[in-house]
């Protein structure tokens, strides 16, 4: 792969995370990223026109180096359509056929692209799933949990006894659209695979969204790993917990290619038990994901901080993983199976002292960041001479967006845009997911005669309280240690409270006032 001009971007959906953040990081790097009018996205349940985003990717890699593409998108319309489409695998097949055909109008077109396997969440809520996922989800996890144990000799007696219970009272149809609408999703992901075995997809990751070790998540995992085998695709088709950070993750890696370099991350950890923690909403422990994700941007792990490009920091739990909810009254394990004193050292020491570009994966906590981490990168003048920061949703959302963010720093340095990527991630991981969401979350919302999954629209009285809180937060907890950051956007894109669109610009000490 040679220089890059143009990449094409197939965003998951038209959230922010997927939508803004692979464009914002490929901001001020020289390469131009073509993405979809947000007119062509769909809303949440409602898919995306898939037919306008075929023509408008069959237009635009005319004359581009490389497509990253979630092909979800193209699929189904975005990741929550894939949950709940009444499609079957021929017209699946019939739609990524037309991948063929971006390659022979221009045979130079390098295609990343990756496709999720389905979740399998273990609460009933129709938020994000099929209506009947409101009554029957906790159920159709656990038979799908419980039943895998059983198929390998592992259930316990009470978990034999539960499936018993459940398969009484689980309506048959229910169970088969589920299973159904699986099995097709499974079958365009094996369709996929062999379009990369052609060399149609040149790479390819499969994520896989909120993970479980048993159960019907775990099950499709077999089948494709053992596809991926079959074809021969171990080095060319990737596969670990994650989705809404891929787009940065294979950005990341396009760039790298185009360059030839393969850059080297050393990983401090907060916890000696650390690695060995598996993340909430995952299925491994925390450090085979993180070798993947590195792997995945185009990098590799060093053996030591000397031969390294990158330091990373990871925040990692000291036993378990919890919510963001914990931070309010901490387990003991946050004070004494961690040392998160000791990181912010090493890091300023590294940096400072070394010269060593150093990043921050901001994972001991599921959905947040960890306000007391954030104090002591303050406190060391750190905030904004980090090469990454990320502490949002998952672990392997975490991990993706950080190390995408800290290989284009490797290359591009401190540009504007890297600094308000990462007074971003400030105002959102910190400043509202840790603190003003926990609060709107804790009966606020439900006083306003609102719900947390049904607001009072985007850019409602909510989204104007979260704007001014979000000011007060980033001036306590953000301003003064090295820049200023002001919020020039606010609204809440699926009107509930779990995730925000910010936009952000930063402000150098100069500039403060």
Request: hydrophobic fraction near 40%; charge should be negative; charged fraction near 25%.
């Amino acid at each position: 792969m040679g220089k890059l001009h143009k990449i094409v971007y197939m965003p998951l959906d038209e959230r922010p995370c997927n939508y803004q953040f692979p464009y914002l990081l490929a901001q001020g790097t020289g390469v131009r990223m073509a993405r979809p009018p947000m007119e062509m996205m769909g809303l949440k349940k409602r898919p995306g026109d898939t037919d306008r985003l075929w023509a408008w990717l069959e237009e635009q890699t005319a004359d581009a180096d490389g497509a990253v593409i979630a092909l979800d998108a193209l699929l189904y319309g975005g990741i929550v359509p894939s949950r709940l489409h009444p499609m079957e695998e021929p017209q699946l097949r019939e739609r990524l056929q037309k991948l063929r055909g971006l390659k022979e109008r221009n045979p130079g077109l390098n295609i990343f692209a990756f496709q999720l396997i389905m979740r399998c969440p273990q609460y009933s809520s129709s938020d994000e799933e099929p209506d009947y996922y409101a009554d029957w989800g906790r159920d159709i996890f656990r038979k799908g949990y419980n039943g895998h144990r059983s198929e390998l000799g592992l259930a316990a007696p009470g978990e034999l006894e539960e499936l018993a219970k459940i398969d009484s009272r689980l309506p048959a149809g229910v169970l088969e659209d589920y299973l159904r609408r699986r099995s097709v999703n499974i079958g365009a992901i094996g369709y996929a695979l062999r379009l990369a075995a052609e060399g149609v997809i040149d790479f390819m990751v499969i994520p896989q969204d909120d993970a479980a070790l048993y159960g019907y998540t775990a099950k499709d995992q077999q089948k494709v790993r053992a596809l991926i085998s079959e074809l021969d695709l171990e080095l060319k088709t990737y596969m670990y917990p994650g989705a809404d950070e891929v787009g940065c993750t294979l950005l990341a890696r396009m760039v790298n290619e185009s360059l030839n370099a393969v850059p080297l991350v050393y990983a401090r950890l907060a916890a000696a038990r650390g690695a060995w923690v598996t993340p909430l909403y995952e299925d491994r422990v925390l450090h085979e994901s993180l070798k993947c994700q590195i792997m995945a941007a185009g990098g590799l792990m060093a053996s030591s901080a000397d031969e390294a490009d990158l330091v990373l920091l990871v925040n990692t739990p000291g036993e378990t993983m919890a919510e963001a909810s914990v931070q309010e009254e901490p387990d003991w394990s946050d004070e004494v199976s961690r040392n998160i004193v000791e990181l912010a050292e090493y890091g300023d020491y590294m940096l400072r002292r070394k010269g060593k570009p150093v990043a921050v994966a901001d994972v001991a906590y599921a959905n947040c960041a960890d306000r007391k981490l954030l104090k002591l990168l303050k406190h060391k003048g750190l905030l904004f001479e980090l090469a990454g920061y990320a502490g949002w949703n998952t672990s392997g959302n975490t991990l993706g967006t950080v190390i995408a963010q800290s290989f284009l720093y490797l290359r591009f340095g401190r540009t504007p845009q890297h600094l308000d990527f990462l007074g971003l991630r400030y105002a959102e991981d910190l400043c509202y997911c840790t603190v003003v969401r926990t609060k709107l979350n804790q009966g606020e919302v439900e006083a306003m005669g609102l719900s947390r999954f049904q607001l009072d629209g985007p850019r409602g009285k909510v989204a104007r309280l979260v704007r001014e809180r979000l000011a007060d937060e980033l001036r306590q907890r953000i301003d003064g240690s090295g820049g200023r950051v002001e919020i020039t956007d606010c609204f809440l894109p699926w009107n509930r409270t779990f995730e925000a669109g910010l936009s952000v610009r930063y402000y150098p000490p100069d500039e403060e006032g």
